[in-house]
């Protein structure tokens, strides 16, 4: 490993999804007082995982995972192990929901250290499309022309999906505000990519609803 990537980060593919539901990089975990008893969400790449067996006969695992930020090793026991275990597999892109919070071991401890306790893990590459309620888009009336509509139509056919596509037509000068539900079309991940390309070409914005 050189520890960069010539090409850009792995996760960049996943761009959306990380920007809609991610919330903490990893190098925030360096001062974990910042995030104390704060649900987090991380995306990465898993870079390194095991699967052994411990001291007292059972097993346990670790996975290591890489954001453009940093790395940060998990392991699971137990219960953990039994949910999470099948995740730690190098290559794999994962998103992560977690929990800072005081150990609770050793119990006669002091100081209490603290801890990123995982409570979720999910596959990165499907999880936008199970996981976001609707797509909104906002433009200006004036903004819609035949070719608009025409371009529209052509990303969503080439982009079905599951996701629920929303769309307000405004106008500043009226006080306009019509938003319309989609029947014909849902979408999915690959669209909110290509969106943004057209997006500057209308003066669209978007933005992606989490259910």
């Given at each position: ?33 910042t995030l104390k ?115 529209l139509e052509t ?57």
């Amino acid at each position: 490993m050189i520890g960069f990537y010539i090409s850009g980060h792995p996760l960049d593919e996943y761009e959306e999804t990380v920007r809609t539901f991610v919330d903490t990089k990893i190098e925030s975990f360096k001062d974990l007082t910042t995030l104390k008893d704060k649900e987090i969400c991380i995306a990465g790449m898993v870079v390194g995982a095991e699967n052994r067996i411990g001291k007292n006969g059972n097993p346990y695992s670790s996975l290591t995972i890489e954001d453009e930020t940093g790395a940060y090793t998990f392991r699971f026991f137990g219960n953990d192990y039994v949910k999470f275990g099948n995740f730690c597999r190098e290559g794999l892109y994962l998103i992560m929901n977690a929990l800072v919070k005081e150990k609770t071991w050793p119990k006669d401890a002091i100081t209490k250290e603290l801890e990123v306790r995982v409570k979720e893990v999910a596959l990165l590459n499907n999880y936008m499309e199970e996981n976001a309620k609707e797509l909104e888009m906002t433009i200006d009336y004036n903004n819609i022309t035949e070719l608009f509509v025409k371009e529209l139509e052509t990303l969503c056919k080439k982009n079905k999906g599951k996701i629920t596509l929303k769309i307000n037509i405004v106008s500043a000068m009226d006080d306009l505000k019509l938003t319309m539900l989609s029947k014909k079309f849902k979408v999915a991940p690959s669209f909110i990519k290509e969106i943004r390309k057209f997006s500057s070409k209308y003066g669209l914005l978007y933005k992606v609803l989490k259910r």
